[in-house]
């Protein structure tokens, strides 16, 4: 009964100086924050990868280019007709 009773205080005096020690819970925000921090470079490196791909394809591929500026510019080649849907308003 005293060995257990012993081994209780033991772990519970260390648990209070291990959890209670602002230096142990700083070290937990940085592991939070360093994981944090990986994911998001992990992202940004993938939407970097991707751009650069995209870059090289508007460098080396006129119809892309057409296309982007068609799509995001609403450019229409000489004599084609450009159509736009209106949606019907909604009664009130």
């Not at 937990?28 to 470079?41: D, M, N, P, Q, S």
């Not at 992202?43 to 990868?49: G, P, V």
């Not at 591929?61 to 057409?66: G, I, Q």
């Amino acid at each position: 009964m005293t060995k257990s009773w012993a081994w209780a205080v033991g772990a519970a005096v260390a648990a209070f100086f291990l959890f209670a020690n602002a230096g142990f819970h700083d070290l937990v925000l940085r592991a939070r924050e360093k994981w944090r921090i990986e994911k998001r470079l992990a992202h940004l490196r993938s939407d970097h990868q991707a751009l650069a791909k995209e870059w090289t394809q508007i460098q080396q591929d006129p119809s892309y280019t057409e296309y982007l500026i068609r799509k995001n510019l609403g450019y229409v080649k000489k004599g084609e007709v450009e159509y736009q849907i209106l949606k019907p308003k909604e009664k009130s």
